[in-house]
C-alpha cells in the first residue's frame, strides 16, 4: 500500500530551528510536496522537490533524498505565526496526491 | 499567481437541504479540481476529482448521488451537497491544478467553506 509518515506533533522555541521529516512508500513518484495549514484555514502551497537535494525559499528549506524514500522541512529563525499544521505529500505514478496526516508545530516564546 | 477563490466562505442550513459551493480558479485556467473535506483535527480527505468537462471521479465511500460535482468550465467547479444531514457538517475545500507553469503540477488551494448542517 501506499504510506507517508511524519510525526503527528513537535514543539519548538522561538527564534530556533526545526526539521519536520518526512518518510513515503508509494507507487511511483512524480514529485513531493509541502503545505502549510494554519488551524481553520486552508491549506497553502509551500515546496515541491523533484529532484534530490535541498531547495531553499527564505527562512523554509525543504529536501528530498528520493533513493531513502525521505524529505524533511527546515524551518530557521522560527516565528509564532510558524505555528501551524505542516503537511507532506507525494505524487504517485497515477500523478494523484497520497497526503500524509501532517505535523502539528508549536511554537513556544 | 495561481490564485483560487471559494463561495461561500460560510454557510448554515437546515437539514434535508442542499447547498452549492463554487470553486473558482482567479488567474489560470484549472484543467483539474479537487474537493477535500476535513473534519476538526483530522487530515485531508479527497472526495473527488473533476475534469474540466467530463463527470467526476469519487473516492471510495463518498456517494455521487449526494456529492454533485459539476466542472463546466476551465475557471469553474461547483460541488452541491445533495438534502444535507448535520453528519455533512465539516469543511470543504478545493483546490485545482492547470496545464502551465507553477500550476502544472502543484495544487492550489481555495480558502475553504465552512458548511454547519442544523
Known amino acids: 500500500g501506499q504510506n507517508i509518515d511524519q510525526p503527528t506533533e513537535m514543539t519548538a522555541t522561538e527564534g530556533a530551528i526545526v526539521q519536520i521529516n518526512c518518510t513515503y512508500q508509494?507507487?511511483?513518484?512524480?514529485?513531493l510536496f509541502w503545505y502549510q495549514q494554519h488551524a481553520g484555514e486552508a491549506p497553502t502551497f509551500l515546496s515541491y522537490?523533484?529532484l534530490d537535494g535541498l531547495e531553499e525559499k527564505g527562512r523554509f528549506s525543504s529536501f528530498l533524498s528520493r533513493s531513502k524514500g525521505y524529505s524533511y522541512l527546515l524551518l530557521k529563525e522560527l516565528q509564532m505565526k510558524d505555528s501551524a499544521s505542516y503537511l507532506c505529500?507525494?505524487?504517485?505514478?497515477?500523478?494523484?496526491?497520497?497526503w500524509g496526516a501532517g505535523t502539528k508545530l508549536i511554537i513556544k516564546p | 499567481g495561481a490564485v483560487v477563490s471559494q463561495h461561500p466562505s460560510r454557510v448554515i442550513c437546515k437539514s434535508g437541504t442542499s447547498v452549492k459551493i463554487e470553486c473558482r480558479s482567479l488567474?489560470?485556467?484549472?484543467?483539474?479540481m479537487f474537493w477535500y473535506r476535513q473534519f476538526p483535527k483530522q487530515s485531508l480527505m479527497l472526495m473527488a476529482t473533476?475534469?474540466?468537462?467530463?463527470?467526476?471521479?469519487?473516492e471510495q465511500g463518498v456517494e455521487k448521488d449526494k456529492f454533485l460535482i459539476n466542472h463546466a468550465s476551465l475557471t469553474l467547479s461547483t460541488l452541491t451537497v445533495t438534502s444535507a444531514h448535520p453528519e455533512d457538517s465539516s469543511f470543504y475545500i478545493c483546490?485545482?491544478?492547470?496545464?502551465?507553469?507553477?500550476?502544472?503540477?502543484?495544487?492550489?488551494f481555495g480558502p475553504g467553506t465552512r458548511l454547519l448542517v442544523l
Open positions: 483546490s485545482a491544478k492547470g496545464l502551465a507553469g507553477v500550476t502544472q503540477e502543484t495544487q492550489y
Open positions: 488567474d489560470f485556467q484549472a484543467t483539474t
Open positions: 473533476s475534469n474540466e468537462g467530463s463527470k467526476a471521479t469519487y
Open positions: 508509494t507507487s511511483g513518484f512524480n514529485g
Open positions: 522537490n523533484v
Open positions: 505529500a507525494v505524487m504517485d505514478s497515477n500523478y494523484q496526491l497520497i
